[in-house]
């Protein structure tokens, strides 16, 4: 089956389910039994598959690995409570004291925030403007590890030059880790410019619906990982194409505790269902909207890599299927973003992004409130600045919302 939600849809069923289940079961138990000591012993020492503890993954949590698995073109994933949890585990696992990242400049204010945080504990990180891998290139040192970039920046959609970070990683040696949160497996796949890891928070288009978190770590199998310092001795079993995630699944799921419960993870899968369907409805919808934001005098700018006017409109052409569900915009001098949003009457005000639901947030009194106004500005966010993640509603009853929203303020 090649076609992307078929193999969705078909997905448990291959997997051959108790009772011939057509939805992956809901797996609750904490703990499973074996029949001789010795079965238990080789599932903890990576001898065999199986599960130990609920801490480090249950069967429905699998079968969400193994479906993302095949969606990014990888050779396995691990499965978290959250993106957040996902990248936090990669960090902890494979990083130590005296390590570099070099990294987007333009990241998700959280990762921004764990990053900052890895400095007290000696990993230093460097951050760039991704668009240019000549930027990347120049931050590398002894030292770097891994790079770290996003696929659509959050909220000023910048591209980073995927591809050709790519291949100077290859050429380096490095880790190359992409956040393909904004884009999802169906817009694009990581593996076809190089990544060696993919981060993906399913929370957001992936599951669709808002009402389960949830983070995916998955390895392209891409990355030699028998040529990392920091893989321990410990965990260098079989292929080395397994030795990272199974020092992740052990150092970060293991000890961090993070784990994806079976009730999100049964969710998560019901809602992937519909992911392409739902991200062809919604870039639809974020076009039109951006087409008609761009055109209003109220508006000073709209951020979109589907307009012609963004700096990185060719190479989001090239890469990416469509150009996703995000926009941002800021408005005239002069115009506030708060009475602008307490005027819309069906976009909802909330931090999430990927809903089905159209969602608005004033950007620098919210999620990047703690970077403060000088960071904000590097990352090119105005005080001014909407975010909008755009949902499946009828792009009509959108545009009419957003256009009694701004005419009322100007």
């Known amino acids: 089956m090649s076609g992307f939600t078929t193999s969705i849809l078909h997905s448990a069923r291959r997997a051959r389910p108790e009772h011939g289940a057509v939805h992956t079961p809901i797996h609750t138990s904490v703990a499973y039994g074996y029949d001789s000591a ?3 012993a080789a599932v903890f020492q990576n001898r ?13 949590a699998a079968a969400l690995e193994r479906l993302v698995t095949t969606l990014e073109g990888g050779v396995e994933s691990l499965s978290f409570a959250s993106g957040m949890a996902a990248i936090h585990a990669l960090c902890l696992s494979l990083l130590k004291a005296g390590d570099h990242i070099v990294a987007s400049r333009f990241l998700f204010g959280n990762t921004v925030s764990l990053f900052n945080t890895l400095a007290a504990f000696g990993v230093t990180v460097s951050f760039v403007d991704a668009t240019d891998a000549a930027e990347v290139r120049a931050a590398i040192t002894p030292a770097t590890r891994l790079v770290f970039v996003e696929t659509i920046a959050n909220p000023v959609t910048q591209v980073a030059d995927l591809a050709a970070i790519g291949a100077l990683c290859a050429e380096r040696g490095l880790v190359y880790v992409v956040d393909n949160t904004l884009t999802g497996p169906w817009l694009f796949q990581p593996r076809t410019v190089g990544a060696s890891l993919v981060i993906n928070a399913l929370t957001k288009s992936f599951a669709g619906h808002g009402d389960a978190l949830g983070g995916m770590l998955t390895d392209t199998g891409l990355y030699d990982w028998a040529r990392f310092p920091n893989i321990l001795e410990l965990y260098k079993l079989g292929e080395p194409k397994r030795w990272a995630l199974i020092q992740v699944r052990k150092k970060g799921l293991r000890d961090l505790g993070a784990s994806l419960d079976a009730e999100a ?3 998560i899968l019901l809602g992937a269902e519909t992911l392409a369907l739902r991200q062809a409805r919604t870039a639809s ?4 909207l951006a087409e008609f934001l761009e055109a209003h005098p109220a508006v000073e700018k709209v951020n979109y890599p589907g307009l012609k006017s963004h700096a990185q409109h060719g190479r989001a052409a090239e890469l990416f299927r469509l150009p996703g569900s995000l926009l941002s915009f800021s408005l005239k001098a002069g115009l506030e973003p708060f009475p602008v949003l307490d005027r819309l009457r069906i976009a909802i005000i909330s931090s999430n992004l990927g809903d089905n639901r159209t969602l608005v947030i004033p950007v620098a009194q919210t999620i990047f409130f703690e970077l403060g106004a000088e960071r904000r500005a590097a990352m090119g966010i105005p005080e001014s600045l909407i975010r909008v993640s755009v949902g499946i509603e009828e792009p009509e009853d959108l545009l009419a919302d957003f256009a009694q929203a701004l005419t009322a303020v100007s």
Do not use: K, V
């Open 38 to 40: 010795e079965a238990l």
């Open 48 to 60: 065999a598959p199986g599960f130990s503890y609920a801490r480090q993954g249950n069967p429905t």
């Open 265 to 267: 993870a049964h969710r």
């Open 285 to 288: 919808n974020a076009q039109a």
